[in-house]
Protein backbone atom coordinates (compact mmCIF):
# COMPACT_ATOMS: atom_id res chain seq x y z
CA UNK A 1 0.00 0.00 0.00
CA UNK A 2 1.01 3.35 -0.87
CA UNK A 3 2.40 5.82 2.21
CA UNK A 4 2.53 9.45 1.85
CA UNK A 5 5.26 9.90 4.21
CA UNK A 6 8.26 7.38 4.69
CA UNK A 7 11.04 7.62 7.08
CA UNK A 8 14.23 5.98 6.34
CA UNK A 9 17.83 5.82 8.75
CA UNK A 10 20.41 6.65 6.11
CA UNK A 11 23.68 6.28 6.38
CA UNK A 12 26.26 9.17 5.97
CA UNK A 13 29.65 8.18 5.28
CA UNK A 14 32.15 11.32 5.53
CA UNK A 15 35.73 10.95 3.54
CA UNK A 16 37.87 13.30 2.35
CA UNK A 17 36.27 13.67 -1.38
CA UNK A 18 32.74 13.96 0.08
CA UNK A 19 29.87 11.61 2.01
CA UNK A 20 28.28 8.80 0.31
CA UNK A 21 24.92 7.46 1.89
CA UNK A 22 23.17 4.39 2.22
CA UNK A 23 20.21 3.40 2.97
CA UNK A 24 19.94 0.14 4.62
CA UNK A 25 16.58 -0.42 3.82
CA UNK A 26 16.76 0.51 0.29
CA UNK A 27 19.37 -1.58 -1.49
CA UNK A 28 20.76 0.27 -4.68
CA UNK A 29 19.69 3.21 -3.21
CA UNK A 30 23.74 5.43 -3.15
CA UNK A 31 23.10 9.29 -3.61
CA UNK A 32 26.29 11.11 -2.52
CA UNK A 33 27.23 14.61 -1.97
CA UNK A 34 30.01 16.96 -1.10
CA UNK A 35 28.26 19.05 1.53
CA UNK A 36 25.70 17.78 4.11
CA UNK A 37 22.56 20.40 3.16
CA UNK A 38 23.43 18.53 -0.19
CA UNK A 39 23.46 15.17 1.01
CA UNK A 40 20.48 15.41 2.75
CA UNK A 41 18.84 16.96 -0.26
CA UNK A 42 19.94 14.41 -1.98
CA UNK A 43 19.21 11.35 0.20
CA UNK A 44 15.45 12.53 0.09
CA UNK A 45 15.52 12.73 -3.88
CA UNK A 46 16.88 9.80 -4.43
CA UNK A 47 15.03 8.33 -1.93
CA UNK A 48 11.69 9.07 -3.43
CA UNK A 49 12.73 7.79 -6.79
CA UNK A 50 13.63 4.78 -5.29
CA UNK A 51 10.01 4.30 -3.47
CA UNK A 52 8.01 5.39 -6.25
CA UNK A 53 10.03 2.92 -8.36
CA UNK A 54 8.94 0.44 -5.90
CA UNK A 55 5.47 1.69 -6.00
CA UNK A 56 5.55 1.14 -9.89
CA UNK A 57 6.89 -2.18 -9.56
CA UNK A 58 4.19 -3.49 -7.02
CA UNK A 59 7.25 -4.01 -4.93
CA UNK A 60 6.72 -4.63 -0.92
CA UNK A 61 7.84 -1.78 0.96
CA UNK A 62 10.15 -2.63 3.82
CA UNK A 63 9.93 -1.42 7.24
CA UNK A 64 12.42 1.00 8.41
CA UNK A 65 15.69 -0.56 10.87
CA UNK A 66 14.97 1.11 14.05
CA UNK A 67 17.72 3.78 14.26
CA UNK A 68 19.27 1.73 17.64
CA UNK A 69 19.50 -1.39 15.29
CA UNK A 70 21.81 0.42 12.92
CA UNK A 71 25.70 -1.33 12.37
CA UNK A 72 27.61 2.00 12.30
CA UNK A 73 31.25 2.04 10.92
CA UNK A 74 33.90 4.57 11.87
CA UNK A 75 33.14 8.08 10.34
CA UNK A 76 29.41 7.20 9.54
CA UNK A 77 26.07 8.90 10.63
CA UNK A 78 22.82 8.30 10.95
CA UNK A 79 19.94 10.57 9.89
CA UNK A 80 16.72 10.23 9.74
CA UNK A 81 15.56 11.00 6.00
CA UNK A 82 11.76 12.24 5.62
CA UNK A 83 9.94 11.78 1.78
CA UNK A 84 6.84 13.12 1.41
CA UNK A 85 5.52 11.35 -1.68
CA UNK A 86 2.66 12.90 -3.11
CA UNK A 87 4.52 15.78 -4.35
CA UNK A 88 7.70 13.23 -6.28
CA UNK A 89 4.63 11.33 -7.39
CA UNK A 90 2.85 14.64 -8.51
CA UNK A 91 6.16 15.84 -10.09
CA UNK A 92 7.16 12.38 -11.73
CA UNK A 93 3.72 11.64 -12.95
CA UNK A 94 3.59 14.95 -15.00
CA UNK A 95 7.26 15.23 -16.18
CA UNK A 96 7.38 15.48 -20.22
CA UNK A 97 8.88 12.46 -22.28
CA UNK A 98 9.85 12.69 -25.78
CA UNK A 99 8.23 10.14 -28.54
CA UNK A 100 9.23 9.88 -32.18
CA UNK A 101 6.29 10.18 -34.14
CA UNK A 102 6.24 9.41 -38.32
CA UNK A 103 4.09 11.61 -40.33
CA UNK A 104 4.37 12.39 -44.27
CA UNK A 105 6.46 15.06 -45.30
CA UNK A 106 3.77 16.91 -47.02
CA UNK A 107 1.48 17.46 -43.73
CA UNK A 108 5.13 18.03 -41.41
CA UNK A 109 5.45 20.95 -44.27
CA UNK A 110 1.98 22.33 -44.32
CA UNK A 111 1.96 22.18 -40.33
CA UNK A 112 5.45 23.76 -39.25
CA UNK A 113 4.21 26.86 -42.26
CA UNK A 114 1.08 27.39 -40.38
CA UNK A 115 3.39 27.48 -37.07
CA UNK A 116 1.64 24.50 -35.54
CA UNK A 117 3.16 23.26 -32.11
CA UNK A 118 3.17 19.63 -32.87
CA UNK A 119 3.48 18.55 -29.14
CA UNK A 120 0.34 20.45 -27.85
CA UNK A 121 -1.52 19.29 -31.28
CA UNK A 122 -0.14 15.28 -30.55
CA UNK A 123 -1.56 16.07 -26.64
CA UNK A 124 -4.42 17.41 -27.36
CA UNK A 125 -5.89 15.05 -29.72
CA UNK A 126 -4.29 12.13 -27.36
CA UNK A 127 -6.27 13.32 -24.73
CA UNK A 128 -9.96 13.74 -26.84
CA UNK A 129 -9.28 10.17 -27.71
CA UNK A 130 -8.58 9.15 -24.19
CA UNK A 131 -11.11 10.77 -22.52
CA UNK A 132 -14.26 10.95 -25.14
CA UNK A 133 -17.54 10.00 -23.47
CA UNK A 134 -17.76 6.11 -23.83
CA UNK A 135 -21.32 5.46 -25.25
Same mark, same amino acid.
Given at each position: ?????????? &?????? $? !??? %??? #?????? @????????????????????? &?????? $? !??? %??? #?????? @?????????????????????????????????? #????????????????????????????????
Amino acid at each position: MKKDLYVYPA &LFDYAD $D !GIS %IEF #PDLPGC @LPCAKTTEDAVHNAKEAAALH &LYGMEQ $D !GDP %IPE #PTPVEQ @LSLEPKQIPILIEVYMPQYREAIDNSYVRKNVTI #PRWLEQAATEKGINFSQVLQNALKAHIFQAQP
